[in-house]
């Protein structure tokens, strides 16, 4: 079998004049796994340099027969501006919905990224992998009339995986000719592809999930305008906002963890313990608006997050000049939360350590401490359901989803400049909250 690095390069070859300019180049699909396993293969044109290998096993079985899969894809980017990639962000979001009704409901759907062998941010794309168990004409039907619905741009791309006799796979695309009639174009051969040394989706999340500076996720909130009013009310509130803030001479404690950690509990008895400040990201002032947020896709929801801690910076500045500030949650959760949703698969998928994506933001108020607390997956499930209030979805899932909230931990462990502190969470309140007074006497000496 050849290796998948010289598949890829014989695809990369442009094969018929008339399809050569479109197909110069193949594309890479990384398909999420049950059990956040990541398979990668290509699809390019079919060449005579030889039988494609198979893809990767798990991945064969989701793509081939019996069943049919589909593949639906958006462009993260279809344009320059802030304005394409909101449009691109909601159009995803529209279509998830629509495929969890009528015919197209019993179809298992499974997170699926497009991108360029060469990796980068350009021409990243975000969808689905449609599978159908019975292979019903419906599916295929209620697809097309899908796609019929996105009149505007930018529109999504749909290809149909199929097996031939020899057991090779092969991606059938849909075009639309003229304007009117979809066909389904020359078939693509569907290969292995190595794994790229980054997740294709981390050179684009500056710009969509863990904003490096405040403009950034500004941009995206005056992109949502149009149509969130709550976005020109939390623009309005953070406008107000100094950008250089002068904190005064007072330590800030950041105290950071998943849901029912303890957060709450700490925080409120640090801040009786110290007679601090007791602050917390969302701050109360756009807290109304957070359930608008929490219902758009990631790219809003997030920006909304990163806003609303330059809005607390700006209430911590002003606490700490008159005491000791603590803050429940700040920069770690909106970026830890971001980076372990965006980046599909495990936690061997994540950027390395001492990627800049876990770097502090520049124009951010830093805090003196960061506090991260830590408890068994079993007693924090205790907790939860001892505590048996509504929860989140994102909450939900990282209940559901042990992977996931694998990967919101290492997240947190990673984030530097300034780094977390763990403290294990799981012994009674008082002897937690002597371990943390322990730690912020050490490390904040400004302490009166
Ligand atoms: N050290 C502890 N031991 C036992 N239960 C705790 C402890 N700390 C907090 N709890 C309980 O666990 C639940 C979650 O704590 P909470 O402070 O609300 O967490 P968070 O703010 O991180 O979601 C609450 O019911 C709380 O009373
Ligand atoms: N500073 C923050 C705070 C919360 N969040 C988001 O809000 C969710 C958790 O907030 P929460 O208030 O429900 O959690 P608890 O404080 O109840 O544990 C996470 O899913 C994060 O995505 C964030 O992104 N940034």
């Given at each position: 079998m050849a290796p998948a690095g010289r598949l890829l390069a014989l695809l990369a070859r442009p094969q018929s004049p008339s399809r050569a300019g479109a197909m110069a180049q193949p594309s890479c699909f990384a398909l999420e796994l049950p059990g956040g396993g990541l398979a990668h293969f290509a699809v390019g044109p079919a060449g005579t340099e030889g039988p494609a290998a198979p893809p990767d096993p798990r991945a064969a079985a989701l793509l081939g027969p019996p069943g049919r899969s589909y593949a639906l894809c958006v462009p993260v980017a279809p344009g320059r501006d802030c304005a394409a990639r909101v449009r691109a962000a909601r159009l995803l979001q529209r279509l998830f919905l629509q495929l969890r009704r009528g015919p197209l409901g019993r179809c298992q759907l499974r997170r699926l990224l497009r991108y360029g062998p060469g990796g980068g941010a350009g021409g990243l794309q975000r969808g689905v992998l449609l599978r159908d168990p019975d292979d019903s004409p419906d599916t295929r039907r209620a697809l097309l009339a899908l796609l019929d619905s996105c009149l505007e741009a930018p529109r999504p791309s749909l290809g149909e995986f199929?097996?031939?006799?020899?057991?090779?796979?092969?991606?059938?695309?849909?075009?639309?000719?003229?304007?009117?009639?979809?066909?389904?174009?020359?078939?693509?051969?569907?290969?292995?592809?190595?794994?790229?040394?980054?997740?294709?989706?981390?050179?684009?999340?500056?710009s969509s999930g863990v904003f490096p500076h405040r403009e950034a996720a500004r941009a995206v909130l005056e992109a949502c305008t149009p149509f969130m009013p709550e976005a020109r009310a939390v623009l309005e509130l953070v406008d107000q906002c100094p950008r250089q803030v002068l904190r005064g001479a007072f330590p800030v404690i950041v105290i950071e963890g998943l849901d029912a950690t303890g957060k709450t509990t700490v925080t409120q008895a640090v801040a009786d313990a110290l007679q601090a400040a007791l602050l917390k990201s969302p701050p109360a002032c756009i807290s109304q608006w957070r359930q608008a947020f929490d219902d758009e896709p990631a790219i809003i929801r997030r920006?909304?997050?990163?806003l609303g801690n330059y809005i607390v910076a700006s209430e911590i500045a002003q606490a700490s000049a008159r005491s000791p500030v603590v803050v429940d949650r700040y920069w770690h959760s909106t970026a830890a939360y971001a980076i372990a949703t965006e980046v599909s698969g495990a936690v061997q998928h994540l950027p390395p350590a001492h990627h800049p994506v876990y770097q502090w933001p520049k124009d951010l108020l830093r805090p003196d401490l960061v506090v991260l607390l830590t408890v068994s997956p079993e007693e924090r499930l205790r907790r939860i359901r001892g505590r048996g209030l509504e929860r989140t979805s994102e909450e939900e899932e990282l209940e559901a989803n042990s992977v996931f909230r694998q990967k919101v931990e290492v997240s947190y462990t990673r984030m530097e400049s300034p780094g977390c502190h763990e403290v294990d969470?799981?012994?009674?309140?008082e002897r937690v909250l002597q371990a943390v007074l322990s730690l912020i006497r050490d490390r904040c000496p400004q302490l009166p």
């Open positions: 199929v097996g031939d006799e020899s057991h090779q796979l092969w991606q059938r695309p849909w075009e639309l000719r003229g304007g009117r009639e979809w066909r389904q174009v020359d078939p693509e051969r569907v290969v292995p592809a190595p794994e790229p040394a980054l997740h294709p989706v981390v050179p684009d999340l500056p920006a909304f997050y990163s969470a799981s012994p009674s309140r």
